[in-house]
């Protein structure tokens, strides 16, 4: 798989392991896709244990609808099932890969799970939530004190 970061920002964004981050720009800019690349190249980047090397992103937005008209289709743009990765289960908003990259010795285990922010029962999911990184996809329209319980359930690095 071959990425080319639409430019400087991007690229500095994608090369920063702060434990927040965020990337700014105009509409089409391709924001969402090197949010994307940068949890894949996280995950590459964790220790195996046991031969694998696990990693649990949460990407959310604010409504269903948006995570589904929007940032999934754009995930699906990206990472293509032609290319051999599994597409997000539309009922769940979950995906699973596992597979050994080239020249690796161990495999990558990756759990994709989507979710919306709109209700206070989904708000009420992120409580139970362990993850690597969590994306938020449009943060600007998100509860503020959401923030806090986002950041609360990262368990990278």
């Known amino acids: 798989m071959e990425f080319i970061p639409p430019g400087p920002v991007a690229s500095a964004y994608m090369a920063d392991r702060s434990r927040i981050s965020a990337i700014v720009g105009p509409y089409g ?3 969402t896709y090197a949010a994307f690349m940068k949890l894949f190249l996280i995950a590459l980047e964790q220790v195996p244990t046991d031969g694998v090397a696990k990693s649990h992103f ?5 409504t269903r609808p948006q995570l589904t008209s929007t ?5 699906h743009e990206l990472f293509k099932a ?4 599994e597409q997000v289960e539309s009922a769940a908003l979950k995906a699973h890969w596992n597979f050994t990259p080239p020249g690796f010795k161990h495999s990558v285990d990756i759990d994709w799970t989507f979710l919306a922010l709109e209700t206070e029962e989904n708000e009420d ?3 139970g939530l362990e993850a690597t990184c969590i994306f938020v996809d449009e943060f600007r329209l998100i509860k503020p004190e959401l923030i806090g319980k986002l950041v609360g359930r990262l368990r990278y690095p």
């Open 71 to 75: 940032t999934i289709k754009s995930f």
């Open 29 to 31: 800019s391709g924001k």
């Open 125 to 127: 999911r992120i409580l």
């Open 58 to 62: 949460v990407v959310s937005r604010l």
């Open 82 to 85: 032609k290319d051999g990765f």
